[in-house]
């Protein structure tokens, strides 16, 4: 498979989630039933790509914690659990190191970010060549300069981040080509890489998630982006995440792979 990842964590988004920390106007709009319905199918796509999920539990005293990306960053030899700049969420890294003692064998050794560092997954890409970490309100320097210590023989590569997660601008597809929004993150930032465009005005639809055999998983309704990728000779997969834009969050934000190059 030419995926990266071939197991990944979701969590079901609880009753409490409606009191998410969004900046998006209409999250007070935000239908929790319709959510779960939304995430249900996200799974269903998940599975349909012979992708292994492993469906943690609902947390209805963390109402983000829905976005299974940012605690950690996941690998089959070691697992970096980060340590949150959004402090209302800090409680997820925690609750999720205790559940990845049940995953011995499935997740690596479990190294942590300690403070002052802060370190969100959402910040975090990951390629064949390295990793590449936004520094943002989220994510700080220390906690970067943590993460290239526990990521030792890897290259860590920082870059000042202009949007809320710098997952928000780009996401990893294969064949060393990125997703990305040249209005936000010039694609400079990624030198040896190809890429596929998305506009400004269709952002939104640059966090994807690559399901293996030139099949990507976006947000339904982004129809240029859809195009780009087509043109390259992707094939799009679409879902409703109405309720997830409401809360911040998008397609990879939803899910935690497990990387195998970690």
């Not at 030899?77 to 402090?87: D, L, N, Q, T």
């Not at 209005?183 to 465009?197: I, K, M, Q, T, Y």
């Not at 998983?217 to 879902?239: H, M, Q």
């Amino acid at each position: 498979m030419d995926r990266l990842y071939d197991v990944i964590l979701v969590r079901p988004p609880s009753d409490s989630y409606k009191m998410c920390v969004s900046s998006n106007p209409d999250r007070a709009k935000i239908d929790v039933t319709l959510a779960k319905r939304q995430h249900r199918d996200y799974v269903s796509l998940l599975k349909e790509s012979n992708l292994e999920v492993i469906e943690l539990v609902a947390l209805s005293d963390l109402p983000d914690s829905v976005f299974a990306y940012d605690p950690a960053l996941l690998g089959v030899r070691r697992c970096v659990i980060g340590r949150f700049g959004e402090k209302t969420r800090r409680g997820e890294n925690q609750v999720l190191a205790t559940e990845l003692v049940n995953y011995q064998g499935r997740v690596g050794e479990m190294k942590f970010i300690q403070e002052p560092g802060t370190l969100e997954g959402g910040d975090i890409l990951v390629t064949p060549k390295g990793v590449f970490v936004g520094e943002s309100i989220r994510t700080n320097r220390r906690g970067i300069e943590q993460l290239t210590k526990h990521l030792n023989n890897m290259r860590v590569q920082s870059i000042k981040a202009n949007t809320f997660h710098f997952l928000c601008a780009c996401s990893y597809l294969d064949d060393n080509r990125i997703l990305v929004v040249p209005d936000l993150l010039p694609p400079g930032s990624f030198p040896g890489f190809d890429f596929v465009l998305v506009p400004e005005k269709e952002a939104y639809a640059s966090e994807a998630l690559y399901l293996g055999e030139k099949r990507v998983l976006i947000p339904s309704g982004y129809p240029e982006t859809s195009r780009n990728l087509k043109r390259a000779g992707y094939k799009p997969v679409e879902t409703d995440l109405s309720e997830f834009y409401k809360g911040d969050g998008g397609v990879s934000c939803l899910s935690a792979p497990v990387y195998k190059t970690l």
